[in-house]
């Protein structure tokens, strides 16, 4: 797939440096830019090939200035996910006018980031430079968490959208790509500046059900009090209040969701960080939940399935298609929980379909992720379950 500014294309032959270089030429050579600003490239763990080799020609016969990537057990070109992809998926992006700036972060580098301003003088980026971050990350030896609090204190309100690698979990390792290097651990992370700007799409799966909630006592990970009345009573009436065949779709698949802001009179679809509801405790009233509530907070309890995952990520191109207005997109990254997927919806190339259906004809590269990263309101976090694509886009 290509457009005047970006173009994919998959490789799924064996390695062979000159097979890999001649396919590299001819994928420039779709590219009617003049230039290449970003390469981004998702290689599967069964593609048998010397990576150093690999991403050298792959920079040099496409003429590549910048590449990131990472290992990855699928990959999505266009509008096709491929969950056994055995080759690499590579993306070519000229992005006018973009500032870009990577960097790899260890975990050793983050002792040394304390303060917002000890993370600008290491990536090289100050706030305002920054349009939004891409991020590649590995999920078994590395303090992502750690880098997460970091960027987000570093830099408020600017966007990171990413995923965790999936290498061979058995093996529990990993690879990430930048320009030549190959790193087994860490973060490679993208600023995207100047005359691009990143626009973040998250779909977390679910439907919201029932209506918003006050937390009104909370412990550890224990929603204990909701509305000044026992949290498992609410969680009850709420499911009571369903009908039939909604109470069947609830089965195992309720969870919770946290608001981004609690000061708002109304809530969407996408304005609550989902997270896990882990058990319930009718004797103490009590539900133990996947995150850290506080007093205050309003949730809305959640729905995930395939129907509630289809309508949410819906519902995120449409409102994503009303916000884009004149501005110029360029192409996208994707990542895709591995619990998504034919497996989960029934259909294949369920996401990346209605990627294209909703803003496409777009050029899209993409990986199965093992944790997903997006922005919820003005703060990124880690998910599950999740579709992240992060749209470049003129500034």
Same mark, same amino acid.
């Given at each position: 797939? &290509?457009?005047?500014?970006?173009? +994919? ?14 396919? #590299?030429?001819?994928?420039? %050579? ?14 599967? $763990? ?6 150093? /080799?690999?991403?050298?020609?792959? &920079? ?30 590579? =993306? ?12 790899? +972060? ?20 100050? !706030? ?9 990350? @590995? ?19 600017? !966007?990171? +959208?990413?995923?965790? #690698? ?5 093996? &529990? ?21 100047? *005359?691009? =700007?990143?626009?973040?799409? +998250?779909?977390? %799966?679910?439907? !919201? ?49 946290? =608001? ?8 969407? $679809? ?19 939940? *996947? ?9 809305? /309890?959640?729905?995930? @399935? #395939? ?38 919806? *029934?259909?294949?190339?369920? @996401? ?21 990263? *997006? $922005?919820?309101?003005? &703060? ?16």
């Amino acid at each position: 797939m &290509r457009s005047a500014h970006a173009v +994919v294309g998959t490789y799924e032959g064996p390695w062979d440096e000159p097979s890999v270089a001649a396919w #590299a030429r001819g994928l420039r %050579g779709q590219l009617a830019a003049p230039s290449v600003s970003l390469g981004v490239l998702f290689v599967s $763990p069964r593609f048998e090939a010397p990576w150093a /080799f690999l991403l050298e020609t792959l &920079r040099l016969e496409a003429r590549i200035p910048l590449l990131v990537g990472a290992i990855t057990a699928g990959c999505t070109s266009g509008g096709m996910e491929q969950p056994d992809a055995t080759g690499f998926v590579l =993306a070519l992006y000229h992005l006018p006018g973009a500032r870009l700036r990577a960097v790899h +972060v260890q975990d050793d580098d983050l002792e040394r980031i304390s303060e917002p301003s000890d993370c600008h003088r290491f990536t090289g980026v100050e !706030p305002p430079a920054s349009r939004g971050w891409m991020i590649f990350a @590995d999920p078994f030896q590395t303090n992502n968490e750690g880098w997460l609090r970091a960027w987000n204190k570093a830099y408020p309100g600017i !966007p990171l +959208v990413g995923g965790l #690698a999936t290498g061979e979990a058995s093996e &529990r390792s990993s690879a990430l790509f930048l320009d030549g290097d190959i790193h087994l651990q860490g973060t490679v992370a993208v600023s995207v500046g100047g *005359g691009a =700007a990143i626009l973040p799409v +998250v779909s977390q %799966g679910c439907c !919201p059900i029932g209506e918003p909630w006050t937390i009104t006592r909370a412990e550890r990970n224990f929603i204990l009090g909701i509305g000044n009345r026992p949290a498992y009573s609410v969680l009850v009436e709420t499911y009571n209040r369903l009908s039939a065949e909604e109470q069947i779709l609830c089965h195992d698949n309720m969870m919770v969701g946290f =608001a981004c802001d609690e000061y708002r009179d109304e809530f969407q $679809p996408g304005d609550f960080l989902v997270r896990q509801l882990i058990g319930a405790d009718p004797r103490a009233g009590a539900l133990a939940v *996947g995150a850290k509530p506080r007093t205050g907070q309003t949730i809305q /309890f959640q729905r995930r @399935d #395939a129907a509630a995952a289809t309508l949410d990520l819906t519902r995120v191109l449409e409102r994503t298609r009303g916000l884009l207005g004149s501005r110029r997109v360029f192409g996208g990254v994707l990542w895709t929980c591995s619990g998504r997927g034919a497996g989960f919806f *029934g259909v294949p190339s369920h @996401d990346a379909g209605l990627i294209q259906e909703h803003l496409g004809p777009l050029v899209v590269a993409g990986g199965t992720a093992s944790g997903e990263i *997006g $922005p919820v309101g003005n &703060r990124s976090f880690f998910h599950a379950y999740t579709a992240s694509l992060g749209l470049l886009v003129s500034a």
